[in-house]
């Protein structure tokens, strides 16, 4: 009676802890959403949203509000951005929502609009915690799913940008939500669990073509599953419903594909290797043409952004998993059925995880594909490090249960966890800045530090303040950063007073200036700050340089 | 068979890791080179390289030693007797 009593409090405390850590992110994420600046996609975001809601509404009588999407559209001029009918690998699944919500809301006022989709971004990203904490539900022991789900959600850069970033936070979301559904599907290989799982992997494809990897690696794992279990045979019709379900479900949420949906969905494949602009990123110090990366770009980018506790959590259950696998693969026997690759379904999700990774890994890595903006095109990557992390920490828990030390490993996370909220707060809004402790000041600048332009609203403000009198202010720009996208937040007066003159020095009073550039700065002398600008203001992140104003010496 | 299949795929993977480190990086440097060589930007290096060269030319009082500009006389005369 006492043991089953104790047991009830146990399940209630654990309870109640998941539900305070979920009501606390949720009211964290809505207290602060405001306070992130304008990502230089954010416009884009917005103007993509509208296009398809036009094109969709084009199907039926709605004339009132097509006019009205229009009128918007007419409004979204900026010729910065590229045609939109070339882009069109680009998903739709977040931007008609967000312009749906919009209209829904009536919001006219651009600061309004702009933070209404950050707050859109922040709960998906919110459900893919959720869904996180599900799945490790599945799999692992409470006290480990917590803790894990804590890690998940105190990723530094993967937080700050679950504020603004509508294409690689939401395509994260739906990775995890596909994961969780195929983790459902080792248990349970129903049809409702595969439609379910369809839908998702179907989402997944739409915000990113990349997540075509889904159900590829489902199908190939299904393949490496018969090997290991020949009575799988039966479920093959079961595949080939999943398969041709997705294909379903991607033409019905995919307007693009409504008009032809095999040669569409061939072209946005082949549209895949042209998204990303072929410029020069800064890394270690160099002006690097992004075709020509170098194969430490991504491991690096990782290991400085994320926090040690992530590092070395995953590097203990990568190996884990690797040597168990290794253990299994050498004691295979034939045609003895008995020793398979993995035992039971939680070995299976692991191997089948870990997998996808290092395939993943290896393809980007080694194909050279053309990246920019630190490793931001790989965030989904987080899910598969965090995981591993958390089969790291299971290891972990493991020992100390062994060794009668549980409550040292859960007061050393507590610590941990602390510690990594505070550096959250230290670097808000910037968290999408974040560099880990192990980085010197000197080397977090010998990188790309605000591609998204973050930093511009910050920079406006600094220079309202400054010049608070009437005058028109001329600012040059020693970047790639396109300022003009920050300035539309702003009201009109304040948006008049600033005149952006590019790279016409001569005439600048100020020039805001960063490491963002699209040419090699050595070579190409167009960012040079001219020698009559001193350095007026630098605006730093524990050592990392986010921007610096010259002023023209007078 | 399964064994078979296994050890295929780890050797599949090993050899495109190798291959990729060894002769893919070799073929990556030199494309990268060939594509620096052939961009706009090292165009423009060149040529303002070439305009300095031309500039710190004419601030000097004798560009070519003696030798060299007797040299390069005789060569245009005899272009010039060859092209009539």
């Known amino acids: 009676m006492k043991i089953s009593l104790s047991k009830i409090s146990e399940n209630k405390i654990y309870n109640a802890t998941n539900t305070l850590l979920f009501i606390s992110l949720f009211i964290i994420g809505t207290l602060t959403f405001r306070d992130y600046g304008i990502g230089i996609d954010d416009k884009f975001h917005r103007l993509n949203g509208f296009y398809w809601l036009d094109y969709i509404l084009s199907f039926t009588n709605l004339n009132e509000l097509q006019?009205?999407?229009?009128?918007?559209?007419?409004?979204?001029?900026?010729?910065?951005?590229?045609?939109?009918?070339?882009?069109?690998?680009y998903g739709i699944i977040f931007d008609v929502p967000a312009a749906v919500l919009e209209l829904i809301f009536k919001l006219d006022n651009p600061k309004e609009y702009y933070e209404l989709r950050h707050y859109f971004n922040f709960i998906i990203f919110f459900i893919g915690c959720i869904f996180f904490y599900k799945l490790l539900s599945l799999r692992f022991e409470r006290i480990v799913t917590f803790f894990g789900t804590c890690l998940y959600i105190l990723s530094p850069r993967i937080y700050g940008e679950s504020f603004y970033n509508m294409k690689d936070i939401v395509f994260l979301t739906f990775l995890v939500i596909s994961y969780y559904y195929c983790y459902k599907c080792f248990l349970n290989f129903s049809i409702k669990n595969l439609l379910l799982f369809a839908f998702i992997s179907a989402v997944s494809i739409e915000t990113r073509i990349l997540g075509l990897y889904i159900p590829i690696s489902f199908l190939s794992f299904y393949f490496l599953n018969l090997l290991e279990n020949s009575h799988e045979k039966k479920n093959l019709y079961k595949i080939f419903f999943y398969l041709l379900s997705t294909f379903f479900f991607l033409v019905l949420i995919w307007p693009y594909l409504w008009s032809a949906p095999l040669d569409n969905f061939l072209a946005a494949i082949n549209a895949l290797k042209n998204s990303i602009p072929n410029?020069?990123?800064?890394?270690?110090d160099e002006y690097i043409n992004n075709n020509f990366l170098p194969y430490s770009y991504i491991p690096l980018w990782i290991l400085i952004s994320t926090p040690s506790l992530h590092i070395i959590l995953f590097f203990i259950g990568a190996i884990y998993v690797l040597k168990r696998l290794y253990l299994r693969l050498i004691n295979i026997e034939k045609n003895k059925f008995n020793k398979h690759l993995w035992r039971g379904v939680k070995e299976k999700i692991d191997f089948f995880i870990l997998l996808n990774f290092i395939i993943l890994f290896l393809l980007i890595i080694f194909l050279n594909i053309r990246l920019f903006n630190a490793w931001k095109h790989l965030y989904f990557a987080n899910f598969y490090i965090v995981y591993m992390a958390v089969i790291g920490l299971n290891i972990c828990y493991?020992?100390?249960?062994?060794?009668?030390k549980k409550e040292l490993l859960t007061s050393f996370l507590?610590?941990?966890?602390?510690?990594?909220?505070?550096?959250?707060?230290?670097?808000?809004?910037?968290?999408?800045l974040y560099f880990n402790s192990l980085v010197s000041s000197n080397f977090k600048n010998k990188f790309e530090i605000d591609f998204t332009a973050l930093s511009a609203r910050h920079f406006f403000d600094k220079i309202f303040v400054i010049e608070n009198n009437y005058d028109t202010i001329n600012i040059a720009n020693s970047s790639w950063t396109p300022l003009v996208?920050?300035?539309?937040?702003?009201?009109?007066?304040?948006?008049k007073k600033i005149n952006l003159v590019g790279q016409d020095y001569a005439i600048?009073?100020?020039?805001?200036?960063?490491?963002?550039?699209?040419?090699?700065?050595?070579?190409?002398?167009?960012?040079?700050?001219?020698?009559?600008?001193?350095?007026?203001?630098?605006?730093?992140?524990?050592?990392?340089?986010?921007?610096?104003?010259?002023?023209?010496?007078? | 068979m399964r064994i078979f299949i296994y050890k295929s795929l780890i050797a599949a993977?090993?050899?495109?890791?190798?291959?990729?480190?060894?002769?893919?990086?070799?073929?990556?440097?030199?494309?990268?080179?060939?594509?620096?060589?052939?961009?706009?930007?090292?165009?423009?290096?060149?040529?303002?390289?070439?305009?300095?060269e031309l500039k710190s030319a004419i601030k000097k009082d004798n560009y070519l030693n003696t030798e060299d500009a007797e040299l390069i006389k005789k060569f245009f005369n005899k272009i010039k007797i060859e092209l009539k």
């Open chain 1, 67 to 89: 006019s009205l999407v229009r009128l918007k559209l007419l409004d979204i001029d900026d010729n910065s951005f590229p045609l939109i009918k070339n882009w069109i690998g």
């Open chain 1, 279 to 284: 410029i020069y990123v800064f890394f270690n």
């Open chain 1, 398 to 404: 493991i020992w100390s249960k062994r060794f009668k």
């Open chain 1, 414 to 432: 507590i610590v941990m966890c602390t510690l990594l909220v505070f550096k959250i707060v230290k670097y808000h809004p910037y968290q999408g």
């Open chain 1, 485 to 495: 996208r920050t300035l539309d937040i702003y009201e009109y007066s304040k948006q």
């Open chain 1, 508 to 554: 600048a009073k100020y020039i805001y200036s960063n490491n963002i550039s699209e040419v090699d700065k050595i070579n190409n002398k167009k960012y040079d700050v001219p020698e009559d600008f001193v350095r007026f203001y630098e605006y730093k992140i524990e050592g990392a340089i986010i921007y610096t104003i010259y002023k023209k010496n007078l």
């Open chain 2, 13 to 52: 993977v090993v050899f495109f890791v190798i291959y990729q480190i060894t002769i893919g990086a070799t073929v990556n440097k030199a494309k990268e080179n060939i594509s620096y060589l052939s961009s706009d930007e090292n165009k423009n290096l060149i040529k303002n390289k070439i305009r300095k």
